[in-house]
């Protein structure tokens, strides 16, 4: 039914005449028939679309419209009070039971699928309102819609036991099709649902206990979240791929910090963490590539203040930024034993941080030097307020990387001190805020670059340490 509704708004191939009969009584002879009913229920949008053999002699009215969504919010009202009952819980978690299994993946790939359709349909809405080609009747159903199948997905989550629901999750994550062996179109977008079902697993994730069965299992599904991360190969990652990598890295990272809190993480005779570090190491190798290819995305796409170019880098901001925490973490976790991919991580991480703090820096420089109206005039040096947040976040996102290997390997950070303490890198991002200091963000990122320095300070042996800082205060001097 749902899908069926989504044809008014969602199809691309067939004009809403087509869709909903030629002829106009009005809303008046509105008689939705049981069998027209059973037709839309089984076939939803097939039902309508043009060459499916089914041809409907009564026009959809708008009154035939309020029906099937009276129809539709029922349905969802009876699933989310049967999730609610106390035998829900005793059904749905009865492990020996095959076929509840099956049920519990059936509904929740279903209810998955109706809840990217209706926020798909409900941002078409939106839109549609501007035009006021839609009613309020339409509009508040599409308001609702998605709450009440979240509702319904939150609680089938908590009722689903760890390996029912990892299974929903990576049936979803695997599977392009829907379980009537259909394609999903573009109103149930593959994207849109690995997205939800990806942050959906990190929540619960985050709510495992280090010590609890569940945490294995959450454990063991590092290896499908990495699977997920593609590595890039030169052509432009499209703005929803990059949501779903987002989606990946954040739920590792949530997992890692759920199963290895820190008082946890000393203890290097722990098998869980020695099995974690094992399946960790693939995810740091893909956070490698995809920091140093958008670094490369950076320094080909034209001079650091241009809007246009800022732009078009916005969506690798993002993913570097994902990418860079969820590093800082697998860093604390894994401790020594990312040393293999040191190399990899720091060379990118230092790279991005100077070319980030050259344009802080810069726009920092036209702020100081013009005034308002001024800024406003010189279209092609200003960059908008927007994207200097967000590389102020970028930069944010490298420190706090760095910050994790001062605090967890600093006794083989020797030979990279000199790096880090260049003048375009550490010390540039310290006198951010000084050139921006109504910009708050730069404030947290001046005290974590503090925080580096103490960590470098007090962890570093100090016939290493000098020698670096001496030539790192020379060079500065210097320029």
């Not at 087509?18 to 939803?44: K, P, Q, Y």
């Not at 279903?110 to 549609?128: G, K, P, T």
């Not at 939150?154 to 392009?176: D, E, G, K, Y």
């Amino acid at each position: 039914i749902m899908s069926f509704l989504l044809t008014k708004h969602g199809s691309d191939n067939v004009e809403p005449a087509d869709l909903f009969g030629v002829e106009d009584h009005g809303g008046d002879s509105m008689i939705l028939t049981n069998s027209e009913l059973c037709r839309i229920t089984s076939l939803g949008a097939a039902a309508v679309q043009l060459g499916s053999g089914i041809v409907y002699q009564t026009s959809k009215t708008l009154k035939e419209r309020r029906c099937l969504m009276l129809l539709a919010t029922n349905l969802l009202l009876i699933v989310q009070k049967g999730l609610s009952i106390p035998s829900a819980k005793r059904v749905v978690q009865q492990e020996d039971s095959t076929a509840q299994a099956t049920l519990s993946l059936h509904l929740w790939k279903e209810l998955m699928q109706i809840d990217a359709a209706a926020m798909h349909a409900r941002s078409i809405v939106i839109a549609a309102t501007v035009d006021q080609t839609t009613t309020a009747y339409e509009r508040k159903f599409w308001d609702c819609a998605p709450m009440a199948t979240q509702d319904c997905l939150s609680l089938l989550q908590r009722l689903l036991p760890a390996s029912h629901f990892l299974a929903s999750v990576n049936s979803v994550l695997t599977c392009n099709e829907n379980n009537d062996g259909r394609s999903l179109n573009s109103n149930f977008s593959k994207n849109s649902l690995h997205r939800r079902a990806l942050r959906m697993l990190g929540d619960r994730a985050s709510e495992v206990e280090s010590n609890s069965p569940e945490a294995i299992l959450f454990l063991e599904s590092v290896s499908e979240l990495t699977d997920v991360i593609t590595i890039p190969n030169g052509n432009a990652c499209t703005r929803r791929s990059i949501v779903v990598q987002q989606s990946a890295l954040m739920a590792i990272e949530q997992v890692a910090q759920s199963i290895f809190p820190k008082e946890d993480r000393l203890n290097n005779n722990n098998k869980m963490l020695m099995k974690g570090s094992a399946l960790f190491q693939p995810v740091l190798k893909k956070i490698a590539i995809i920091l140093d290819s958008c670094v490369e995305t950076w320094k080909h796409s034209g001079t650091a203040m241009d809007t246009d170019n800022t732009r078009e880098v916005g969506g690798e901001c993002q993913l570097f930024s994902s990418a860079s925490l969820c590093a800082a973490t697998l860093i604390a976790v894994t401790q020594a034993r990312c040393l293999p991919l040191l190399p990899r991580l720091i060379r990118p991480l230092v790279s991005a941080l100077i070319h980030v703090n050259s344009i802080v820096n810069a726009a920092a420089l036209v702020k100081s030097t013009f005034n308002d109206d001024e800024r406003d005039a010189s279209n092609d040096t200003k960059l908008k307020e927007s994207d200097l947040e967000e590389w102020i976040i970028v930069q944010h996102s490298i420190l706090q990387a760095l910050l994790s290997l001062a605090d967890t390997i600093p006794q083989f950070l020797v030979p990279y001190l000199k790096d880090f303490l260049q003048s375009a890198a550490l010390p540039s991002a310290h006198h951010n805020h000084d050139l921006t200091p109504d910009v708050t963000s730069t404030l947290n990122n001046h005290i974590m670059v503090e925080s580096i320095y103490k960590a470098l300070a007090t962890k570093t042996p100090t016939r290493q340490l000098i020698p670096a800082a001496s030539d790192a205060l020379e060079s500065c001097l210097q320029k």
